[in-house]
Structures are given as structure tokens and as C-alpha cells.
């Protein structure tokens, strides 16, 4: 049985799918900043177990621009659409904020993954850490 939960800021469920995910599976090093005590998180747990996890924040560009980041599956719980629903439910309450846009900054790797969510990519291939990416926007209607 699936359930989520949002909250104002990071919390420990958020920051350990990020570590399994993000630093042990896929060797980032630099993973929690200053950005995680202002943004929303969300965890999406399955029978009570954190499983998925994302942020929104807002952007520096103009109030109605937002950013997500940080979205991450463990990976006994991929294959279940669990990435699908932490964005849409981090769509859903950017459209309850006022927000009009979002933007994201997807690994290479998974630009398809967020073209099937809507996104569309602008701008070029860029680097974090070790790692190729690129910046991505939707509309929200």
C-alpha cells in the first residue's frame, strides 16, 4: 500500500533513499546542500517503507518558475512507477504555490524518462561531478 507525505525541509527517510541512491549506487559526493532546508520534500513509502523521494524549491528566475530535483527510487521499488508519481504529486503542489513552470536538471541517462513525464529539454549538455546532465522545463496548465 502506497502513502506520501510532504514536508518543509529535509528529513532523515529523504536524506537516506539520497544516500543509498545518489552516493553508494551511483558515487556522487556531493549530494546535500543548502538548497535542503528551504525546499518541499516529498517521500513516497510502500507498506510504511521510505521507498521515493524528490524536492521542489523555487527558482531564482521569477515567482512562478520552480525547480525539482533530487528524485530518487530505491532500487528494490523501481519498475512501479514510483518516479512517475513523485513528480506528478511535486506537479500538483507547485500548481497549489502559484507555480506556473518547472524546471529540472536530469542525468543524461534519464532524459527519457522525464520526455514521457513532458519535459522538454533547453540548453546544452553540462557536467555535475563526473556526471553528464541536462536542463529541462514543463509548463504547468
Known amino acids: 500500500m502506497e502513502k506520501w507525505e510532504f514536508y518543509n525541509g529535509l528529513t532523515s527517510d529523504c536524506a537516506e533513499i539520497r544516500t543509498k541512491v545518489f552516493i553508494e549506487e551511483q558515487g556522487f559526493k556531493e549530494e546535500f546542500d543548502h538548497i535542503d532546508s528551504k525546499a518541499i520534500h516529498i517521500v513516497i ?14 527558482s531564482d528566475k521569477d515567482d512562478s518558475t520552480y525547480k525539482i530535483g533530487r528524485v530518487a527510487v530505491l532500487k528494490s521499488y523501481r519498475g512501479k512507477n514510483l518516479g512517475a508519481k ?4 511535486l506537479e500538483e503542489k507547485c500548481r497549489e504555490i502559484g507555480g506556473e513552470r518547472i524546471v529540472l536538471s536530469a542525468q543524461c541517462r534519464a532524459k527519457g524518462f522525464y520526455e514521457k513525464q513532458g519535459y522538454s529539454q533547453f540548453g546544452e549538455e553540462f557536467y555535475e561531478e563526473y556526471c553528464p546532465h541536462v536542463d529541462m522545463e514543463k509548463i504547468l496548465k
Open 86 to 89: 513523485v513528480i506528478s504529486l
Open 45 to 58: 513509502f510502500c507498506d510504511g517503507v521510505p521507498c521515493a523521494t524528490g524536492r521542489l524549491f523555487k
